[in-house]
């Protein structure tokens, strides 16, 4: 069963202490990207995100990235293979060995189950895992108006937090895009690839039983120090 996390759930020292993975579970649009960038700098560790991954390798033309753009544009699931060469690469990087947070992967069990074995081969136990909990109502909300800054990546929204010009990015003043694949049909895709593919995962790390299911409706400053308090030590 999951955690229901409240103020007073911490995990232990010795498990802030010992190099850990740590895996954001969530529905696209769930937030998982602003809170590990939070969780990341907070512990000190490098965020992996297999989307910007692949994102970078579309904008570099790799072989890589023109393999997952047409699955990605779609709004479908980048298969299976392709995914746990590139999770594999980037964690047997240096940077790794203290710990890292997984975002967007694993998404299927067949990712979940090769994930396992890699985490044994680097001698790290079993993997933190928090669920961004968020209905699909809101997470269509989120992406249809989801704008994006090309150049920072500072994420806006039309309604919920528009730039102070329109189209323009605070930041840097470039022009915002939309992201192929959060158009209508391809957010539809997304939600269906989440329901039947990854949605199991959370029974799947559930019984391993260090699995977190936090409220991803709040606010994500208030999400973000409800996760901060999840690893504060006891
Ligand atoms: P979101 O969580 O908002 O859908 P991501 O940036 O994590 O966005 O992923 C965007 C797309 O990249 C996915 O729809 C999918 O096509 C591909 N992708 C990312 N991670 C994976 C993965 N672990 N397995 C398969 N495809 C993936």
Redesign the pocket.
């Known amino acids: 069963m999951a955690n229901r996390v409240d103020a007073r759930q911490t995990v232990t020292a010795e498990n802030q202490r010992t190099p850990q993975a740590i895996i954001l579970l969530g529905g696209?649009?769930a937030g998982?990207g602003t809170q590990a960038r939070e969780i990341c700098s907070h512990l000190e560790i490098p965020h992996i995100?297999?989307?910007?991954i692949?994102r970078s390798n579309i904008s570099q033309q790799t072989p890589l990235g023109q393999k997952a753009k047409e699955?990605?544009n779609r709004?479908?699931?980048?298969p299976d293979d392709l995914?746990i060469d590139m999770v594999r690469d980037r964690i047997g990087q240096a940077d790794c060995q203290g710990g890292f947070l997984l975002?967007?992967?694993?998404?299927?069990l067949g990712?979940a189950k090769a994930l396992g074995g890699l985490l044994q081969d680097k001698r790290l136990g079993s993997p933190m895992v928090i669920n961004l909990r968020v209905s699909t109502e809101v997470l269509v909300q989120r992406l249809s108006g989801r704008r994006i800054c090309p150049s920072c990546q500072r994420t806006y929204h039309v309604t919920f937090q528009p730039p102070l010009r329109s189209g323009i990015c605070d930041t840097d003043g470039a022009a915002l895009q939309q992201r192929a694949?959060d158009r209508e049909e391809a957010i539809r895709e997304?939600l269906v690839?989440y329901d039947e593919q990854t949605a199991p995962l959370i029974g799947y790390y559930g019984n391993e039983g260090r699995l977190f299911d936090v409220n991803g409706e709040q606010t994500p400053q208030l999400l973000t120090s409800e996760l901060t308090r999840l690893f504060e030590v006891a």
């Open positions: 696209p649009g998982k995100s297999t989307g910007d692949l699955y990605m709004g479908d699931l980048v995914i975002d967007g992967f694993p998404r299927t990712q694949d997304r690839a």
